[in-house]
């Protein structure tokens, strides 16, 4: 069991790994860890590049997220002998693992993004309804408020309820909170400057030439 746990961890942990930014680097020449506010992920993409690259940084990451968790319950499915709450739970290691390595990928000095748009592919490849309602109202509550953390948080918080709520298990609900922790820890600063008013609006990034 442990051996299957630290497999599925890796194994999400290898596919966050594969970064967004790390194309729109090598298309733009800019790199993000060094640009805005040093965060290689869709919300600096957008406010150092522009909407363009923030679109194409975003569907990468939410595609590894889509594609891990689909990878995942597809080669689940084969084990028969496998019980539904362990094959939920092993998804969510994977998850974990998805989110872990996007925001610690170990060639950027675990130093990534913040796990916004690998969270919403992995909420939609699990229970694509849910998902669905979840971004659409992290999209209103962000142009609403004009500020994307406001919707970021509200995400987490619905993955983290429909954990709770339809899951079944007390692994997965307790990776969701986990998970839902560490958003809040890396989007502190973000927090910080929303309460000051120096958090970037969101209608500021369309306001970018580049």
Known sequence: MIKAIIIFLLVGYLIGCVHGSKVAQFLSGVDLKKSGYGNAGASNATLSLGWKYGILVALIDIGKGVAAILGTQAYLTDITQLTEIHAWLFTYIVAAGVILGHNFPFYMGFNGGKGTASIIGI????????????????????????????????????????????????????????????????????????????????????????
């Open 123 to 210: 909420l939609l490849a699990i229970d694509w309804k849910i998902g669905l309602f979840a971004l659409i109202l992290f999209v209103i509550l962000s142009f609403l408020t004009n500020y994307l953390i406001v919707g970021v948080l509200v995400f987490y918080l619905v993955f983290y309820m429909a954990t709770y709520l339809w899951i079944p298990g007390i692994g997965p609900t307790s990776i969701a909170l986990f998970l839902f922790g560490i958003a809040i820890i890396l989007h502190i600063e973000n927090i910080k400057r929303l309460t000051q008013g120096t958090e970037p609006k969101v209608t500021s990034a369309f306001k970018k030439k580049k």
